[in-house]
């Protein structure tokens, strides 16, 4: 018996580990995320280091990104990524250069005003709004 409790808990446990989390509470789904994401352009604050970011998703899932100190100041930094959603990870994003260029999967939440990107461990990443097009002609 003794045994057999070890087993299921260690399924249970490699189940848990293996299963991203897609959705919380709240938590935007997928259909939703891409309805928002696609063909238009988010803003928000770098938490890291305060500075102003403009991102651009293209359909065809190129990511067209700057970043500069303040919002309405020449950018210093541009990089461009690949950005997807997928039912087993959800919405991920990979910069060439930026974050390291290693893939960060998020969930998305709405708020006031605005939405929360989050990891799925709950690590809150940005906090954006979203803008109808590519107003900053990225």
């Known amino acids: 018996m003794r045994a057999l409790r070890g087993v299921v808990v260690l399924v249970l446990a490699l189940l848990l580990t293996a299963t991203p989390v ?9 259909d939703e995320v891409r309805a928002l994401l696609a063909g238009n352009t988010i803003h928000g604050i770098d938490p890291r280091n305060g500075w102003f ?5 293209r359909p065809d899932g190129v990511a ?3 970043s500069s100190r303040l919002k309405d100041v020449e950018p210093i930094e541009y990089d461009q990524g690949h950005w997807e959603i997928t039912n087993e990870k959800g919405y991920c994003l990979k910069w060439n250069f930026w974050m390291a260029a290693k893939v960060r999967c998020m969930n998305m939440f709405a ?3 605005g939405y929360d990107f989050k990891t799925h461990d709950g690590v809150r990443q940005s906090v954006v709004e979203v803008l109808e097009g590519n107003p900053d002609n990225l």
């Open 111 to 113: 708020r006031d005003g």
């Open 22 to 30: 897609l959705a919380g509470d709240d938590a935007l789904g997928l």
């Open 64 to 66: 067209l990104g700057r």
């Open 53 to 57: 970011f403009a991102i651009y998703y």
